[in-house]
């Protein structure tokens, strides 16, 4: 069982940044694949981002790449979204996900974090 807790979101600017970071529970951590999704108003949830187990290997969908980088801390059970030149279209409740590695699909949900961008 992994529960986890989503932070970070608020208020920016148009390209300005923020930084979610998602704290997890229990030993396991190590062990799952992680992810970054996000709904934005009237939206279907969408996928952002993906970091492996050992944080090797990273995928993010076209439109984040080159603006928003995930990133993780074993040793802290922290995974990380770092996002710059932040649009309008980014505003969305963002959560994260931790999966096993093997898997494409995600077993346990953070809470949301709202982030809003202004133009």
């Known amino acids: 069982q992994v529960q986890l807790v989503d932070s970070g979101g608020g208020l920016a600017q148009s390209g300005g940044s923020l930084r979610l970071s998602c704290a997890a529970s229990g030993r396991t951590f190590s062990m799952y694949a992680m992810g970054w999704f996000r709904q934005g108003p009237g939206k279907e949830r969408q996928f952002v981002a993906r970091?492996?187990?050992?944080?090797?290997?990273?995928y993010y969908a076209d439109s984040v790449k080159g603006r928003f980088t995930i990133s993780r801390d074993n040793a802290k059970n922290t995974v990380y979204l770092e996002m710059n030149s932040l649009k309008p279209e980014d505003t969305a409740v963002y959560y994260c996900a931790a999966g096993m590695d093997s898997k494409l699909s995600y077993d346990y949900w953070g809470q949301g974090t709202q982030v809003t961008v202004s133009s």
């Open positions: 970091i492996n187990w050992s944080g090797s290997s990273t």
